[in-house]
């Protein structure tokens, strides 16, 4: 390439275009949703925005794992919330004694 090649419209309009591309790849894999994609690039439809949205490897795995954390954390807080219900709903053993009934 010629050093000339370096300093031309087109070469400058390039690097600016790869500088975009990759600070946007890096802003989905962040985990920058497509609407803050679209945002970010000025974009009004999602077709543009998803060429960032690359699938990478692992990603699979740890939407899974997120998947089952999410589920997991639900579950101890619906089992909590039975078994302070139930804990609140029993009588007190003493009450009953101290009325005189």
Do not use: C, F, W
Not at 17 to 42: P, S
Not at 53 to 78: F, N, Q, T, V, Y
């Amino acid at each position: 390439m010629k050093v000339s090649h370096l300093h031309s419209k087109h070469s400058a309009s390039r690097r600016t275009h790869d500088l975009r591309h990759t600070g946007n790849m890096l802003a989905a894999d962040t985990g920058a949703n497509l609407r803050e994609l679209m945002e970010r690039m000025g974009h009004a439809s999602t077709r543009a925005a998803l060429i960032y949205l690359h699938k990478k490897a692992g990603r699979d795995k740890a939407i899974a794992d997120g998947l089952s954390a999410m589920i997991d954390k639900s579950r101890a807080e619906s089992s909590k919330a039975e078994t302070d219900d139930a804990t609140e709903t029993q009588p007190q053993g003493g009450d009953e004694e101290a009325s005189g009934t």
